[in-house]
């Protein structure tokens, strides 16, 4: 059918403007063109995943209301259709907004919900992901042995799977853990796996150990560290706030006001 053709074209050509260019706004223009065919033929499995698209999209704008309106509507048509798949995945999108919210508990509820559903259905990859994000909120809600259990569970499950990406993180997120209990040869210990398993994507861990370096008042390793973190990433505010500490505390104020106000 013509038609939907059309309409999974516009969703495909959506993803990429939006994951592939990060053109947002040529990426909703699509979205919104393909969810018009898509309601035009009564496609609700067509229907749902393209306003969880479009609910993501507005996410990475930090329009945070949008998002919600959008995944929530997605949410209702795959209840009504019984999509396990997609009611997992968009509970568990609709917890990462408000997460950004910082609505912990808000976000803890919809994980929570997410990860019943991909348990019954032993979606050990959808599994593996809701823990992490779960020992996530947990730390956040400074209830860090709960964390600790549901970190150490995600990291067991990823590397039953073989995913390095997903090994890193948490082990980069069990050493936060361990820093906020003041356990730093255990929190070193996780980062130095970390950057073992994955030197690539390890700029999350750079920032965590800058910050363990600056709690232990090793200002010079905290800087040198955290240099490495905007390397990757020069755009990222907190990683320029910790390092602007540490030079605050070295007493080289012009470097701190800089990298404060950069």
């Known amino acids: 059918n013509w038609k939907k053709g059309m309409a999974n074209a516009n969703r495909t050509i959506g993803v990429n403007y939006s994951y592939g260019k990060s053109d947002y706004q040529g990426s909703l223009e699509y979205y919104l063109k393909g969810l018009k065919l898509f309601e035009e033929l009564g496609d609700k499995g067509g229907t749902a995943k393209i306003l969880s698209n479009i609910g993501v999209v507005y996410w990475y704008q930090s329009d945070y209301p949008k998002a919600l309106k959008y995944l929530f509507d997605a949410l209702k048509i795959d209840e009504e259709t019984g999509n396990k798949d997609g009611i997992a995945g968009t509970l568990s999108n609709i917890g990462i907004v408000y997460n950004s919210q910082e609505n912990y508990p808000k976000a803890l509820e919809y994980m929570l919900k997410a990860n019943k559903i991909d348990e019954a259905a032993g979606n050990k990859s959808g599994i593996a992901s809701n823990l992490g994000n779960i020992g996530e909120l ?35 997120n069990i050493g936060a853990i361990y820093t906020e209990k003041r356990n730093y ?23 965590k150990l800058g910050w363990l370096y600056n709690d232990l008042e090793k ?29 605050y505390k070295k007493e080289q104020y012009e470097f701190a006001i800089t990298q404060l106000n950069k």
Request: aromatic letters at 12%; hydrophobic letters at 35%; zero cysteines.
């Open 219 to 247: 200002y010079d390793d905290a800087i040198k560290i955290l240099m490495k973190a905007i390397q990757v990433n020069s755009e990222n505010s907190g990683y320029r706030e910790e390092l602007g500490f540490a030079y």
């Open 185 to 207: 040869a255990d929190a070193l210990e996780y980062y130095e796996k970390a950057l073992k398993v994955d030197e690539e994507g390890s700029e999350d861990v750079y920032y």
């Open 138 to 172: 947990y730390r956040r809600l400074s209830d860090l042995d709960k964390a600790l259990e549901y970190d150490l569970k995600a990291l067991h499950l990823y590397e039953e799977l073989g995913n390095k990406n997903g090994i890193a993180r948490n082990l980069g």
